[in-house]
Every structure is written in C-alpha cells, then in structure tokens.
C-alpha cells in the first residue's frame, strides 16, 4: 500500500465549548510530520452520535488513514466505543487481555482495593472486529479498524496515553504499511522585522525555489519565522534544501535571531554549557516565566541557579539591593532599576550572567508616562550591562510572553557576544 | 433566520505538521458560548487550495455559519483571499477605507515611512462580493461572504486581530441575526477521587438528570472536572441547572476542591484579599512556575509578593537560610526542606503565607528512594506548616504542571482553613 492521507478526528465537547485547549494534534502532526507523514485534515466532533458518524463518514472519504483521540473514559459521557463497534458492524466481546491488564493496573500501579467497578471492566469489552493495540499507560485500549482498505485507529485523548499509543503502535505500523516520502523542514528566526518587509526583500528567493520546497512566514511575539518545507527523495531534497536555507540565511543575516526551530531557553542552554557557565533572574513583571522558561528545559540545573521574582519593591530592595532611591525617584519601570537589578541578583546568586525585567503587563497600572506595556529588560555579567526598552500593545497575558521572549533573546545575545 | 449551526475552518500549514498549537478555536468556543451557540465542528486544513475548497463545501453543506481564520497575511503563502473571491464568483477591488486604514496604521502605529510596500498595499483588495468588517487592530481586513443563505467570515489568524474581530463583528452579527438559545454550565472540580469511582458514586444522580442537561467528566492534573450543561429557554434552564448542581455539590462535598470553573490561582487571589493577606512562594523544581500561575492573574501584586526560586542548593541556603546541615542530611527533596523553604521565604518576603516545592521532575536526576517525579510541598504561616509528599508518573512538562496545581490547591485548603 502506498500513498497515505491522514484525518485526525478528536472527540469530545469540551473542545468544542473551548474549555480544554487541543494540544494532543499538534504533537500528532508533529511525530507524524517526523516520519514523513502531511496530516491532511483534522476535524473535531462533539460527544454526539451523529456528529462522529458523520465525521468517519466524512473523513474515510478523503482520507486512509484516520486516526481517532478521545471519547474511550469509563464515563456515560463516552459514547465512542459502541459506536465504533456499530459503524464497523460487530458486537462488544470481554477482551480477556485487556481485562488483566486493567486489573493489574488497579491493583499493582493505582493501589485500588479489588474488585474492579463494573465501570473498569467495562472498558475491557471490545468490539470483536477491532484488534486491540496494549494501552500500556492506561486503562482504556487502543483499537485498530481496517474497512475498505482504510485503516482507523481510536486512542484515548488523555495526552500521555495517547502520546504512548503514537509511539508504541501508531507510528510503527504506518511505517510498516506505507512507502513514506521525506518531508524536510528547515526554520530560521528573525527578529526586528515586520513580515511585509521581510517578504519584500526575499521575494527573489522565494521565487527561485522549486515546486517540491514552500516557503512559510510565521509570525509570533513580534518576530517573524520563516520555514522551508521540502518533499521528495530524502538524499536530493535534503541536499537541495540544505542549499536554499544557507542562501535565506545569507540573505537575512542581519536580522536572524537563530537559525533552528528551537525556542531561546535551548539556545541559552546550549551557549552557557559551551562556556560552562550559570545564570539566575530577577523578575518583576514576568513573575517567574523567564525562570519557568528556563527550568522546563531538562538538565538546566547545571547552568541555571535561580531566580528572584521581586513582585514588590520591599523584595526589590531587600533581595536584590535595589536602591531605595533609584526606586523613589525612577520608579521600578526604569532603566536604572533593572540595571541595579541585574547586579543585585548576580551577587545574591553568584552567577556568571542574568536578566532583569520590569514593566506594566496590565490592564492596571499604566500612566501617560509609562503607559500599560512598558518594559525595561536588562541583561548582563559582573563587567558589563546591556539595557532595552520595549513597549508591547497586547493583553497581560501576551505581554508577559514577548517580555520573556525578548529578554531571553537578548540574555542569549550578550552570551553569545560577551564570553 | 433561526437555528444555527457553528463550523470553525481553520486554515495553516502551521497548525497541520503541529508546529503552532490553536488556542484559537477554544477562544472562539467559548465565547460563542457565552452567547448561546455551540460549535458543532471545527475542521484545519492546509495552505492548500483545493483543501480550502472542499472545507467550504463541507461546512456549508453542514452549517449555516462558517467562521475561517488564518491564511489572510501579506505573504505568498497565504492564499485565502483570492480563493474565497472565486469561491463566491467576486473580482477582486481597491477598498480604500481598508486601504486609509492600513496607511494610518503603518504611518501613526508602526511608525514606518511611507511609502507602502506593494504587498502592504495588496491587503486593502478585497474581493467586491464580500462586505469589509474592519480589522481594527491589524491590517488584513475581516470579511463577511453570504451565499444560498449561510453566513461565511473570514478573519486573520494572529489572536488578538482574530479576539477584535470576534469581539467587534461576529458576536454581534450573530446575535442580530439568530434567535440564539440559552446554555449554561456549572462545573466544579473534585480532587483525590478517580473518574470512575466518581462515576460509580453518582451514577444515580446522573440518571435522574433531565435530558436537556448533559454531566461531562474532565479528567485533569490528577483531579476530575464535572460539569452540567444545559440548554433550553433561560429562566428555567437556570433553576433546573442550578438544582441540579446543588444536589452534585452535595454529593461530592467531600472531595469537593472548588465549585467554579476557575483555576486555583483565581480562588487563591480571591480569598487572600478577602482575608486582607499576602503570599510568597520558595520553588525549587517548579523554577517559578507557581510564581508564574499567580501572577498571571491581574491584580495580582494586590497580594503576591514575590518568589525566591532556588534551584541551586546554595540559594536554598543563602536565600531562603535552609540549614546546610538538613539538606546534607535528608537531601533538597524532603519534608524538612520544604518546611524550611517555607518558614526562610515567609521571613525574606515577609507574607503572610507562603507555599515551598521541592521534587524532581525528570527525565533525570531520580535514585531508588527518591524515583523521577517524587515531590514535597509545604504550605503554611507562621503559626503552623502543612505538608505532602506527593508522586507523580510523567513527563518533565507535567510533572511541572501537577506539582503547580496541587500546590495551589494545598495552598488555598489552607488559606482558607487557617484566616
């Protein structure tokens, strides 16, 4: 079998009312995407008979491979199941493997007191003409369909256990099943740049590319992505695409923030292990998000020794010696504050570099002076302090990501150039 | 016109190979909600044309409203505009209010020198079958198409232009149009109870609900979310509805963590200004993201101090006066530490209450007796400190998040158990 067309259907009314944020399709097409895989269309359906019907119906059409998250919890509002059995005509059997596993799952990893809920061994019927693929992490199981040549495979929408699904049985067996092409991706940042005239000066190049290579503009916290996606052979698209990207390089070279699909806190990382050196923060208006940002990355400790959030001035004074002058007559939104900042917090913590920030996120406390998202970002080691002033439009929410996203990427510069 | 019948197309190779997250739809789903209308499909689709097209056939064979986001940007990729224009049998024309728009924005906003880019200027052609609702906040004008008697609006994919124009336009125009029905949700969140023993323990009080009220479950962060939603005419679906939650309340009151849909950093903040008091945190290996939670609520400063993350033992020391002897003793990951940690902020910020972390969140960094995902957490005052050892079985990233929440939520069991 060749030529895959994937639909990812994912179920459930709390995506459709909003109140839960779909995160579990951008990874499928992320690991999909991996091995060469394009999702083609992905749809989601409420708890609703008809509505899921209609969606397998809808995308069985378009599609041969559909794979299906959400809708398998021991819960009455959890009506996939059955319905699955039904569209694929067979009726609910006791899957003796199943019901073991969820048994030992109970008993050994959760610790519950036997016997099971008639609600846990529920989730051991199966439809008889579905083949069971092991949920190794959970106690609903996977189910693979085959119908007219298509392959439809049900996971649970629990991010962990799906992700497990993915990688234990989903991505092997489309790898088994189908000649995959090689899809390439190469992304570069930009900052300090508006995309219209990023556009303008590439235009050139981006009509030079073949038909197999796209380019993409992806604008996000004020800075402009590009990626070049190419498909075909893996040896000659990744060659061709190896050429293009070092001449979008070339041609952005004054404005490239970094040239890989990495956020800051890697590329920080990467730099202080480099120089084997350690860095701390000091934040006042980002709250703790540039060292959240930073401690998401595994293994940072090493380089990473921690943080002030200094909310209110008496910290900003206390922890971080913050002049109580430089504060009465500046105010802490101010070049001198985040200065004073940056060298209170490499003291407290003894590191060899840090960021300082300060500002208005809002929707309070602006003033016609310092008007609501006005910050003051400050980076630097024992000799040397770069300031920034910035000023974002959005709600707090956003300001607080750009905050954190430019004063990394200004932290990841003076690394980068003072060491 | 009456009955409506919601589908959201979004349109992106971006969102398709995973490299964004769409936080979009929910926004969209839910403030439909608010106005008595429910999604009923959403579908993504590729920067593809015939993608694009087939999605329109689709959701209108479907739906009476089809809300399109993304693809209207000024670069190449984009190629929603000129597609909908044929779509709907238009030529594309100057309109030169967008166009005196996008002049004063790029002039008076952006402060770039005229003149326009050629592909600043393209924004303003619009296809002369549509009619232009405003894009008050960017550049890529929102348009309204109406064919065979449904309802098509295409907006910018970038969030906040997208929040203006659902906020300024769509909202509106749907309520003017249709005779919208009344939904309503209560949801509360129970902690320390599986699903399905939930389920088991309810299962009466769910079949005794009216069939115009629907119970989901939302398994999340080791708690589980229920909530009821109805729909019908609004003075009656409220008095069932709030009935109904009353007896749910009721019988869940003892693993009853919070009887709104609100996050416990919104429950955290109301109930210190209640009492009039103040918080610090001392995180180690959050790395501030509790910090983050809190101040993510505007207003925050009200109460939230500051937050000393010590990721390195040596700030846990110097910072927070952890003494040497104990972390040499028991180790950073122990009840005694986060019991320091919390009496050594409560001093340094000086707040009333203060909560401390201390775990390992993996992948690394794990021994026998103290696996990947082992976590302390204290809460307290100066009167007394509570704490929990607590073991979580996931990846870096979750473990992070779980740690947060059940610190939050053992943060506002105390605050509102010792005021």
Known sequence: MDGIKVSVITIGDELLIGQVIDTNSAW??????????????RLAVGDARNEIWKALDDESAVSNVILITGGLGPTADDITKPLLCEYFGGKMIMDEA?????????TEVFKRPLPLLESNRRQALVPDVATVLKNEVGTAPNMLFEKDGKIFISMPGVPHEMKAAMNNHVLPLLQQRFQLPYIGHRTLLTAGIGESFLAERIKGFESSLPSNIKLAYLPNYGMVRLRLTAQGGQAETEKILNEKFAILKEEVKDVLAVDEDIPFEVLLGRLLRRHNKTVSTAESCTGGYIAHLITSIAGSSDYF???AVSYSNSIKENVLQVNNETLASVGAVSEETVKEMVSGVLKVMETDYAVAVSGIM???????????????????NA??????RMHFRFDRKRNIELTAVNALYLLCRFVETNS
Chains 1, 2 share one sequence.
Do not use: C, M
């Not at 000799?383 to 920034?388: D, G, L, S």
């Open 305 to 307: 020794k921690g943080s």
């Open 98 to 106: 199943t019901l073991k596993h969820i048994t030992y799952l109970f």
């Open 362 to 380: 809002g929707p309070g406390g602006g003033s016609d002076d310092k008007p609501v998202g006005t910050v003051w970002i400050a980076v630097g």
């Open 383 to 388: 000799q040397k302090i770069v300031t920034k």
């Open 28 to 41: 499928i097409a992320q690991e999909l995407n991996k091995i060469g895989v394009w999702v083609h269309r």
